[in-house]
C-alpha cells in the first residue's frame, strides 16, 4: 500500500449526472495532485495542489472541478461528463522540497466509464 | 512545452532474455523517476537518478541517466514474469510542481 487512498474504485455515470471522486494521504505530504490516463494518451496532470492552494490547472475543461479541504484530502467534482472522459483518474501526493525531487505516491485510481 | 518520450511503446520478450527501455527528454532535467505500473494497478515509483551519468541498479535492474541529462534507460538482466508491465520515466516540470510522464513500454512476457 503506498499510503494513498480513492474512492469510489470503479464508477459508471451517465453524461448528465454529477459525480465526485475522492482521494485521502495519509503519508504527511504538502502536494496533491490528479491526472488522468486513457489508452492513448500518458498520464496527463490535470491539477495541482500545493499546501492546499491550486497552484495550476493544466488547461482542463470546467466540467472537472477540483477541491482541497485539507493537506491530506482532494476531491475531484464531474459533471456533464463526455464518453471521451472515460479513463483512469489517479491521484498522488508528494513532499515538495527545494530540490525538487518530488516523488510521486498514487493512488488505486477511479476507473470512470461515462456512458 | 516540455516532452518526454519512450521507445519501444511495447516490448515482447521471451522469459529469461534482457528488456531495455530509452527515455529521452526535449529539455535537461534535474533529475529523472522511473515508475513501474503491473497490470490493473497504478504507478509505483521505482528510483530516481540525478548526477550525470549515474548508474543504479536494484538487483535485475539497471538504471542509466545521461552524460548531458536528457536520456535514460532501464535494462532488466533475465526478465521473468513478475517484470510484466509498464515502465514510465518522468521528469521534473521545470519550475512547476508535479511530473511529465513518458508514455511508457509495456514489457509482456512470454514464458
Known amino acids: 500500500e503506498t499510503g494513498v487512498t480513492q474512492t469510489p474504485r470503479h464508477l459508471v455515470m451517465g453524461m448528465t449526472n454529477k459525480k465526485s471522486l475522492k482521494c485521502e494521504q495519509h503519508?504527511?505530504?504538502?502536494?496533491m495532485y490528479w491526472y488522468k490516463q486513457s489508452a492513448k494518451k500518458p498520464l496527463e496532470l490535470m491539477f495541482v495542489?500545493?499546501?492546499?492552494?491550486?497552484?495550476e490547472n493544466n488547461s482542463v475543461p470546467s466540467r472537472f472541478s477540483p477541491e482541497c479541504p485539507n493537506s491530506s484530502h482532494l476531491f475531484l467534482h464531474l459533471h456533464t461528463l463526455q464518453p471521451e472522459d472515460s479513463a483512469l483518474y489517479l491521484c498522488?501526493?508528494?513532499?515538495?522540497?527545494?530540490?525538487?525531487?518530488?516523488?510521486?505516491?498514487f493512488g488505486p485510481g477511479t476507473r470512470l466509464t461515462v456512458l | 512545452g516540455q516532452q518526454v518520450m519512450q521507445i519501444p511503446q511495447y516490448q515482447h520478450v521471451q522469459e529469461g532474455e534482457d528488456f531495455t527501455t530509452y527515455c529521452n527528454s526535449s529539455?535537461?532535467?534535474?533529475?529523472i523517476q522511473w515508475y513501474k505500473q503491473r497490470p490493473g494497478g497504478h504507478p509505483v515509483f521505482l528510483i530516481q537518478?540525478?548526477?550525470?551519468?549515474e548508474v543504479k541498479k536494484q538487483k535485475r535492474l539497471t538504471f542509466q541517466f545521461g552524460e548531458a541529462k536528457k536520456n535514460s534507460s532501464l535494462h532488466i538482466t533475465a526478465t521473468q514474469t513478475t517484470d510484466v508491465g509498464t515502465y514510465f520515466c518522468?521528469?521534473?516540470?521545470?519550475?512547476?510542481?508535479?511530473?511529465?510522464f513518458g508514455k511508457g513500454t509495456h514489457l509482456i512476457i512470454q514464458p
Open positions: 498522488a501526493s508528494s513532499h515538495l522540497q527545494s530540490s525538487g525531487t518530488d516523488t510521486q505516491y
Open positions: 503519508l504527511g505530504h504538502n502536494a
Open positions: 495542489y500545493s499546501l492546499e492552494e491550486r497552484v
Open positions: 529539455t535537461t532535467l534535474s533529475n
Open positions: 537518478l540525478v548526477k550525470s551519468g
Open positions: 518522468a521528469g521534473p516540470r521545470g519550475g512547476a510542481d508535479g511530473l511529465t
